[in-house]
């Protein structure tokens, strides 16, 4: 015979929250991230071909396993500055609008796991540049910018 449901309890039928995994990166001297589902790969800069007429955000193109990747200047998109490319350089490939799309950023920090409660809503005294983001988690001392990547790395 089977418990009563009374004597169930609750905690036991409901799921954990699970944290959400991020991956961090830098960006104009900040910590921004997106979560870690959206994400393809980071690769290491290479030859980018230019494409005529594109918006100044757009850094070229390159062919990445046969298919032709957009690659963003992720600084120069969100109204920070243009980036300089050194060693560190990183070209984070993300989904967004169900295509593939290279994010260019100054260095990719690692995996962040953070509780869904640390994840807050973008501050409404931002202005500039607040369409591109989803929020700003805390983890420990540090503060993460979470973009919106349909909005960031969308055409």
């Known amino acids: 015979m089977a418990a009563p449901a009374a004597l169930v309890p609750e905690a036991a039928s409901e799921a954990p929250i699970q944290d959400l995994e991020l991956l ?8 921004y991230a997106v979560m870690v589902e959206d994400v393809r790969e980071v690769l290491k800069v290479f030859y980018l071909t230019a494409v005529p007429n594109a918006p100044d955000y757009i850094l070229g193109v390159m062919s990445l396993r046969g298919t032709m990747l957009p690659i963003i200047d992720l600084g120069k998109r969100l109204g920070i500055r243009a980036h300089t490319v050194d060693e560190k350089s990183r070209i984070i490939v993300v989904n967004a609008d169900d295509e593939g799309v290279g994010l260019m950023v100054d260095r990719v920090s690692g995996v962040i796991r953070i509780h869904p409660d ?5 501050p409404e005294n931002i202005e500039q540049g607040a369409e591109f983001l989803r929020g700003i988690a805390r983890k420990d001392d540090r503060l993460y910018i979470l973009l919106d990547l349909e909005k960031a790395a969308g055409h």
């Open 118 to 122: 640390g994840v807050k809503p973008t």
């Open 24 to 31: 961090s990166f830098r960006l104009g001297g900040e910590e």
